[in-house]
Nanobody, 117 residues
């Protein structure tokens, strides 16, 4: 069993920054060897991959956020972060933390990000 809890969302003006956090827990969850990902879902749109980080800290990003977002992890704290800079109105969405272990997908409850003036 894996539990993922996101935090850090909120309302921010265009050009602003936010840092999202995802705290992972679970009796058999080996955070340090797990690929962790951030997804987002805007109203009326499909959920999309925003960024991912492997156990070896290799990262990947959606083209729409490259150069603005940075994913990182702290294995000691079992937290994955998403630093979001130069935010745009089109970044408005619910952001979800995701991982996959034992053939199962695990999702957090999501944190809302609204970029608006």
């Amino acid at each position: 069993q894996v539990q993922l809890v996101e935090s850090g969302g909120g309302l921010v003006q265009p050009g602003g920054s936010l840092r999202l956090s995802c705290l992972a827990s679970g009796t058999i969850f080996l955070f340090s060897i797990s690929t962790m990902e951030w997804y987002r879902q805007a109203p009326g749109k499909q959920r999309e991959l925003v960024a991912g980080i492997t156990s070896g800290t290799t990262t990947n990003y959606a083209d729409s956020v490259k150069g603005r977002f940075t994913i990182s992890r702290d294995n000691d704290k079992k937290v994955v972060y998403l630093q979001m800079n130069s935010l745009k109105p089109e970044d408005t969405a619910v952001y979800y933390c995701h991982t996959r272990r034992g053939g199962l997908d695990y999702w957090g409850q999501g944190t809302q990000v609204v970029v608006s003036s």
